[in-house]
């Protein structure tokens, strides 16, 4: 097949949220010789473009005037620039993740001048989804009929349409989506961003004693959620067992906040790739603590990635693609999503060093596995790309 100039269009930031599924599948189109070019918004407040190379993938940065929640999709200005850049560009395939309009409306655009449009579908926004996950009630009804409009709107416009977990891909069959132009292609496994470290070797790095026992999370939460890990980190510190627990990387909820021992909890913020990487080596185990809701259904976290990548034993609640799998290829323990039963299952593996030692082993060996690596997902992807050209 000739080289394709792909064009792959996120509403987030540069690492953060959507931007690392896309870079995943860009890394491996461009080792297969592939053209790609990734489209996301910068991390600062500039007002001209920034071009980038990395890898061998092209990264466009694009401005954005807004602050704090309302720079993830929402900016007239960056859609603008969008559009402008995508102009100057040969385009053949455009890939837009998510729906947005930063994404959706150069898209469309690009799509009238030629370009075959893909679109992704890897989170749940609107009705009955993650706007309903916000606290503020004024908000929470003020949003759900824009989120909803732009998830679902334009997504009988694409060619094709590709989805995170098997949720959306009932969803997108449900908007009248032919479901022989969707593909459910979850995330990779094998993480290029971290790769596996000695536990012990980590914690000397980071000063953290050998024998204290260590449970991670890492990135954003909603705040159902964090209550819930709250109360299970509140259940644990009441046993006395010595333990703390990790909140690694940036968040919108920290939970240092919502425990009744804020010393209990190493919170991060964010930090330096190799540092993260360190963090998550010296884990014993990590969370996956969603409650059963329509958003935590409609994902396939790429947090995952991350804790089998690390070969960490994982604890997660039964809820969604994820612990389907979890329980599918033994890589750790499935729990009812109440503090009760997380904290108690959580308190059986961190005490049973064979039984946490056997899930490292496999955590190890399933990340490997060449049919859950992102070269074999980006070949999936590619076959998409071939149908429609």
Not at 61 to 70: A, E, R, V
Not at 165 to 191: F, H, M, V, Y
Not at 332 to 344: K, L, R, Y
Request: charged content about 25%.
């Amino acid at each position: 097949m000739d080289n394709l100039n792909i064009f792959m269009l996120t509403s987030n930031m540069i690492n953060q949220g959507t931007y690392w599924r896309a870079l995943e599948f860009a890394k491996r189109l461009v080792d297969i010789g592939h053209n790609v070019t990734i489209i996301a918004s910068s991390q600062g407040r500039k007002k001209s473009i920034s071009i980038l190379k990395q890898n061998g993938i092209t990264l466009a940065l694009m401005p954005d005037l807004f602050q704090g929640p309302l720079r993830s999709g929402w900016d007239p200005y960056n859609t603008l620039m969008r559009i402008s850049f995508l102009k100057r560009n040969k385009i053949q395939i455009i890939h837009a993740f998510e729906s947005r309009p930063t994404v959706i409306y150069p898209s469309l655009i690009s799509q009238k001048k030629g370009a075959k449009l893909v679109m992704d579908w890897s989170d749940w926004f609107g009705r009955g989804g993650s706007v309903e996950e916000r606290p503020n009630p004024i908000i929470r009804t003020t949003l759900r009929p824009i989120e909803t409009f732009y998830e679902e709107h334009f997504r009988s416009r694409a060619l094709a349409t590709t989805v995170i977990c098997s949720t959306l891909r009932d969803r997108a069959i449900k908007l009248g989506i032919q479901e022989n132009s969707i593909s459910l292609i979850p995330n990779g496994l094998n993480n290029s961003n971290l790769k596996y470290i000695d536990k012990l070797e980590a914690r000397q790095r980071l000063n953290l004693g050998r024998n204290l026992l260590l449970v991670g999370y890492i990135g954003a939460i909603f705040l159902n959620d964090v209550k819930l890990m709250a109360e299970t980190c509140n259940y644990i510190t009441e046993k006395n067992i010595n333990v703390k627990f990790l909140h690694l990387g940036y968040t919108n909820y920290p939970l240092k906040k919502f425990v009744k021992e804020s010393e209990t909890v190493i919170q991060t913020g964010t930090i330096p790739q190799g540092i993260l990487n360190d963090y998550l080596a010296a884990c014993d185990i990590c969370w996956l603590p969603f409650k059963n809701t329509n958003a935590n259904n409609g994902r396939f976290p790429y947090k995952l990635s991350d804790y089998l990548t690390s070969g960490k034993p994982i604890v997660s609640t039964n809820v969604g693609d994820s612990a389907d799998f979890i329980a599918r290829e033994n890589v750790g323990i499935i729990t009812h999503d109440n503090p009760n039963d997380f904290s108690e299952k959580t308190i059986d593996l961190l005490l049973d060093y064979k039984k946490r030692e056997w899930y490292e082993t496999r955590a190890v060996m399933v990340s490997k596995d060449p049919k859950y690596s992102w070269e074999e997902r980006t070949k999936q992807l590619e076959e998409v790309y071939k149908g429609l050209l």
